[in-house]
T-cell receptor, first 115, second 109 residues
Framework: NAGVTQTPKFQVLKTGQSMTLQCAQD?????MSWYRQDPGMGLRLIHY???????DQGEVPNGYNVSRSTTEDFPLRLLSAAPSQTSVYFC??????????????FGQGTRLTVV | EDQVTQSPEALRLQEGESSSLNCSYT??????LFWYRQDPGKGPEFLFT???AGEEKEKERLKATLTKKESFLHITAPKPEDSATYLC??????????FGKGTRLSVIA
């Protein structure tokens, strides 16, 4: 049982390049989300999805695109990388909230540097 | 808008010196309050979920409590291996988790 798997673990991009950060989970979770973590800023939500075919914006969505074609996968696309997108990116998954909240499981992160 | 504020930003303890971390929150319709531990270079690791005021949960040297406005993570007789960043998050309605900025804990032998 792998949990949440993110690839790549490290990436260096040049300004203007595009790339896709991959996220896959094998827990059959409906809820998936992408966060970025910057020093002193905590975890900030980029985009999230409550199921296949459904996505929504979070707090910092500009410059990023997502799609959810399957339950398992939730890729994050950087359209034209900028130095301000240098960060550590985390993907998380969980069951949909029922009568109570449900804990999210996180991947190990992708450390992205844009030069 | 859901908000989470954690204090202190950093805490340095001697081994065996008990203390508490604070998480103040505002949320519309609390579904759950979550505590995570994060080690350097790793993703957050789930510790506890609290659902309603008055609830408490324990795991080894950690105990989490919840009131209507804040949560505390009590650390009893900490060890160096407890050194990490501790994150608090809330979930309201069907919205994703909203995180605080974390408390960086260092336990010195």
């Amino acid at each position: 049982n792998a949990g949440v798997t993110q690839t790549p673990k490290f990436q260096v991009l040049k300004t203007g390049q595009s790339m896709t950060l991959q996220c896959a989970q094998d827990m059959n979770h409906e809820y998936m989300s992408w966060y970025r973590q910057d020093p002193g800023m905590g975890l900030r939500l980029i985009h999230y999805s409550v199921g296949a075919g459904i996505t929504d914006q979070g707090e910092v969505p500009n410059g990023y695109n997502v799609s959810r074609s399957t339950t398992e996968d939730f890729p994050l696309r950087l359209l034209s990388a900028a130095p301000s997108q240098t960060s550590v990116y985390f993907c998380a998954s969980s069951y949909l909230p029922g009568s109570g909240g449900t804990e999210a499981f996180f991947g190990q992160g992708t450390r992205l540097t844009v030069v | 808008e859901d908000q989470v504020t954690q204090s202190p930003e950093a805490l340095r303890l001697q081994e065996g010196e008990s203390s508490s971390l604070n998480c103040s929150y505002t949320v519309s319709g609390l579904r759950g309050l979550f505590w995570y531990r994060q080690d350097p270079g790793k993703g957050p690791e789930f510790l506890f979920t609290l659902y309603s005021a008055g609830e408490e949960k324990e795991k080894e040297r950690l105990k989490a409590t919840l009131t209507k406005k804040e949560s505390f993570l009590h650390i009893t007789a900490p060890k160096p291996e407890d050194s990490a960043t501790y994150l608090c998050a809330v979930q309201g309605g069907n919205t994703p988790l909203v995180f605080g900025k974390g408390t960086r804990l260092s336990v010195i032998a």
